[in-house]
Nanobody, 122 residues
Framework: QVQLVESGGGLVQAGGSLRLSCAASGRTFSTYTMGWFRQAPGKEREFVAR????????YYANSVKGRITISRDNAKNTVYLQMNSLKPEDTAVYYCAAGRRLSSLSTEYDYWGQGTQVTVSS
C-alpha cells in the first residue's frame, strides 16, 4: 500500500514557476514508477510526466516537454514536478500516481494522491 500526498500548488502568473511535491508513505516507494497527471475543468485526466523507479528514465507529454521536469528522491520518498514558463492552459488539478509499469496510461497506476490545484493567470 502506498499513500501519496501532493503539495506545492497555487496561483501563479503566466511565465512563472512552481514546484510540486508528492510525498509517499511506505517502504516500497523506490520500487514504483511515479507519474504526474492533470485534469482541467470539463476535460479528461491527462498524462504529464513519469519517472522510473531509479530515476534513470523520464518521459513527458509533448505539451509540457522543455518546460517541466520530473525528478525523485528515493531517500525522502518524494517525487517532484518542476514547472517553468507556465501557461494559462496548464491550469488544472495535478495528481501524482504510483504504478508498477513504465506507462503514460492512467489505468496502469495503482495509487493516487488527492491532487493539488495549479492556476496560471494570464
Amino acid at each position: 500500500q502506498v499513500q501519496l500526498v501532493e503539495s506545492g500548488g497555487g496561483l501563479v502568473q503566466a511565465g512563472g514557476s512552481l514546484r510540486l511535491s508528492c510525498a509517499a508513505s511506505g517502504r516500497t516507494f523506490s520500487t514504483y514508477t511515479m507519474g504526474w497527471f492533470r485534469q482541467a475543468p470539463g476535460k479528461e485526466r491527462e498524462f504529464v510526466a513519469r519517472i522510473s523507479w531509479s530515476g534513470g528514465s523520464t518521459y513527458y507529454a509533448n505539451s509540457v516537454k522543455g518546460r517541466i521536469t520530473i525528478s525523485r528522491d528515493n531517500a525522502k520518498n518524494t517525487v517532484y514536478l518542476q514547472m517553468n514558463s507556465l501557461k494559462p492552459e496548464d491550469t488544472a488539478v495535478y495528481y501524482c500516481a504510483a504504478g508498477r509499469r513504465l506507462s503514460s496510461l492512467s489505468t496502469e497506476y495503482d495509487y493516487w494522491g488527492q491532487g493539488t490545484q495549479v492556476t496560471v493567470s494570464s
